[in-house]
């Protein structure tokens, strides 16, 4: 037990990625031996700054005749509920076998400090140390800090990816000679990237992501749907974007986007959910949760279907029964939805 102790979080658990050390790990002694194999690992690494930081603070401390440990903790690469949940665990072990008096708290930077909620509630907190990395304003550190960016997939993620995709939406437009258009696709792709990102759906796109790479690799029958997904994806796109490319008015180019593409795009989300299916039952899961998504994915595709019919001939005789009726058929489906969930 100790009165005070020295805690250097590590959220993307860098340590166990880049040298396979398991944590928590306690101790001056073991500290350092993981702070040195990860530096040697990766030398840009901030992290490993943390981490030898927390050491420097707790060998101050001992040096004024205080009782402390030092402890490393760390969460998951794949940031967010999984890293936090493995980082909460930890703490609690920290609890349970030191119950210290108070804690001071390490990190690299703001991302780490997502998790202090997790500290405070379970500890008395006396500081907080953000470790910044000094870098000299020269042209070889913008060389490395560039080479970082293409290096680590996080960060790439988060800067490349959308800055090609913009490069990628005003080439097709310059293609198809309507370079004017460039600029709505671009404005249209980073409102869409910024809305997916404050809603974290970008996380859901990176889990499916992940599960598409894990069906490859396990050669699961799921990839054949995934497969099918992304050629329905494109066949409804292709389709919608046929459809509007000779509306003058931007409202009438957009609903017949719509209208043309959503049943294909239904068809692409219910081929993910098969998919998903296989894999929660190749792995001993529960299925039937994937059964209702399906459901639910109908009967949004079918309200969206029928909003943008609706848009294309309001004058139509009947439009608004018929309208309406496409509105009952998505409800009465989601209804099915419902209680297949209830009974199950």
Known sequence: MAKKVVIAIDRDDDLGVKTGIASPVVGR???????????????????????????????ELVERGEDCEIVVVTGDKNVGKVSDNKIAEQLDIVQMKLNPESVIIVTDGSEDEFVLPLVYSRFKVNALHRVVIKQSKTLESTYFLLKRMFNEPKIARATLAPIGFIFLVYSVFLL????????????????LYFVLKAYGVDKVLEDLMGAVKKSVSEGRISFIFYLGSGILLLVGISLGFNASILQTQPYLAI??????????????????????????FSEGRKVGKYFTFAFIAVSIGLIIWGTSGYMINPELRDAVYRFAAVVFAALFVSAIGLLFTRKR
Not at 255 to 280: E, Q
Request: aromatic share 10%.
């Open 29 to 59: 002694e073991n500290v350092l031996e993981s702070a040195t194999r990860l530096i040697l690992a990766d030398p840009e690494d901030s992290d490993a700054n943390a981490m030898f930081s927390a050491i420097k603070i707790y060998d």
């Open 176 to 191: 198809l000679q309507h370079p004017e258009w460039g600029v709505g696709g671009i404005i249209l792709f980073l409102g």
């Open 255 to 280: 609903a017949n986007f719509v209208f043309y593409s959503i049943g294909w795009i239904t068809l692409s989300a219910i081929a993910v959910v098969i998919a998903r299916a296989i894999d929660a």
